[in-house]
């Protein structure tokens, strides 16, 4: 950007990404994204991304992105919209429960309005289970079984903008108005819309069926429920097959118990084996 940067301070740091605040010379402040070179996506991808929803949902400005001169990573250059998160909103009681919801529910909705390109990047679900494979035991996606059957079977629809992990953290309030917009597109690809709003419904712990019709009524286009249903049980399983021992595997095991209960239908049940006499 030709000028020089006076401090900066880490946000947070993933196994291929790490994300700083950067406080320049001439008083402004950025938000700075490095992509490392192993990384699935680069600072390009998610910078296109970005720049293709901007018209139907706020998010930060793109200043600039490309390759560190002398390092293998890439960097995503965005204009800072400050430290306010819709998730720090919701724990310090400054924004209800009930309230985040539904405006999670409704960026989606605008999110998944806008028009997606022949270039946008797709993750077929067979490199998604492939992947959890290689974090579990067969029996685990085994369970799941009538789940990802439910998913394959699906008609095909129209592809949409999936943000790949919605929640309080990636919704950042900015200005007098607290004009939400969202953050972090990493993970952005053109997928199924009900995928988009079971990864939310599970990463804000929204399972339970009045906290999931809070998002699912301010959600504005039509949802498959079924579909809904079978995607939540597909990312609950995926992030405990990338949670850590202890507590938050604990958590994950919980959540399929529950949606287990909830949801019978998706889940094989082990069958006793037949002794003879």
Partial sequence: MG???????????????????????????VVIKLYAVTARRNAATEAAANRAVAQHVPVPAVLVHGHVPGHEVTALITADLGPLTLGS????GRVGDE????????????????????????RPLHEQVTSIGR?????????????????TDAPTAAPVWCHGDLHGDNVVLAGPRAVRHLVDFTDAVAGPRESDVAQ???????????????VTDAYPLALDHHQLAAWAVFHTMRCWAHSEPGDDRARWVGRLDELSRRTPHLFRVPRPERTYR
């Fill in 135 to 151: 974090r579990c035991p067969p029996s685990a996606l085994d369970r799941i079984a009538p789940a990802l059957a439910a998913i």
């Fill in 89 to 92: 909103a919701v724990r310090s």
């Fill in 200 to 214: 939310t419904l599970v990463m804000t712990g929204a399972i339970a069926s009045a906290r999931a019709r809070t």
């Fill in 3 to 29: 000028v020089p940067v006076r401090a900066a301070h880490r946000l947070s740091a993933r196994s291929k990404t790490v994300v700083y605040r950067a406080f320049l010379a001439d008083g402004r402040s």
């Fill in 99 to 122: 309230r985040a919801l539904r405006d999670l529910g409704g960026l989606l909705g605008r999110l998944h309005r806008a028009p997606v390109q022949p270039w946008a990047p797709r």
